[in-house]
């Protein structure tokens, strides 16, 4: 069972325009998720987090949002890039677990592409 | 970013012959994690340490033995390899009390 989903494996947008990653969850007992990014032979990168006691965490040109009710979040990238583009992939955790038992449960990854 | 290496970065194996991969962090990061990424699969959890000697399963542990015998150093070995572990494996470390994993730069297992 698939608890974290991101549905569009790929993604592609113009240079400047904006890029926007979504991300379904269904556990409800997730309360933390963050966003990585991949590029091809490299490891994956932290880019922004967000707590579920927030709707929305900003860091420059990226964004999440998180709507709790409909167990979605989003990631904008405004204006997109062509260094943006990667692998992006959602992960969600439960930091009430704590300790040994906190862990990381990942999405498949979209594949964004930006056009110069 | 922690400081992690994992070596060898890429190796070919044939099956049935035991492989170790290493990770190793400079940063003192109490939690390391192994994972493997699979097209269409995202990543996967093989096994983590949450401290020296001490271990656990991941969602995909079948295969795979683990060791941590120093905080800097986490063994993967895959005891017999098998053509369905042909995989790219990442390394990730944990400060305790933080919540965000930092991943090592992979190592690409190519098993004939």
């Known amino acids: 069972d698939q608890q974290v989903k991101q549905n569009s494996p790929s993604l592609s947008v113009q240079e400047g325009r904006i890029s926007i990653l979504n991300c379904d969850y269904t556990?409800?007992?997730?309360?933390?998720f963050l966003w990585y990014k991949k590029y091809p032979a490299e490891g994956p990168t932290f880019l922004i987090s967000?707590?579920?006691?927030?709707d929305k965490n900003e860091d420059g040109r990226f964004t999440v949002f998180l709507n709790k009710s409909a167990k979605h979040l989003s990631l904008h990238i405004v204006p997109s890039q062509p260094g943006d583009s990667a692998v992006y992939f959602c992960?969600?955790?439960?930091?009430?677990?704590?300790?040994?038992?906190?862990?990381?449960?990942f999405g498949k990854g979209t594949l964004l592409t930006v056009n110069p | 970013d922690a400081g992690i290496t994992q070596s060898p970065r890429h190796k070919v194996t044939e099956t049935g012959t035991p492989v170790t991969l290493r990770c190793h962090q400079t940063?003192?990061?109490?939690?390391m994690y192994w994972y493997r990424q699979d097209p269409g699969h995202g990543l996967r959890l093989i096994h983590y340490?949450?401290?020296?000697?001490?271990?656990d399963k991941g969602e995909v542990s079948d295969g795979y033995s683990v060791s941590r015998s120093k905080t800097e150093d986490f063994l993967l070995t895959l005891e017999s390899a098998t053509s369905s572990q042909t995989s790219v494996y990442f390394c990730?470390?944990?400060?305790?009390?933080?919540?965000?994993?930092?991943f090592g730069p992979g190592t690409r297992l190519l098993v004939l």
């Open positions: 990730a470390t944990r400060l305790a009390g933080g919540e965000t994993q930092y």
């Open positions: 556990n409800s007992m997730f309360d933390y």
């Open positions: 967000i707590s579920s006691i927030k």
């Open positions: 992960a969600a955790s439960q930091l009430k677990s704590g300790g040994s038992n906190y862990k990381l449960t």
């Open positions: 940063e003192n990061h109490r939690y």
């Open positions: 340490s949450y401290g020296v000697k001490d271990t």
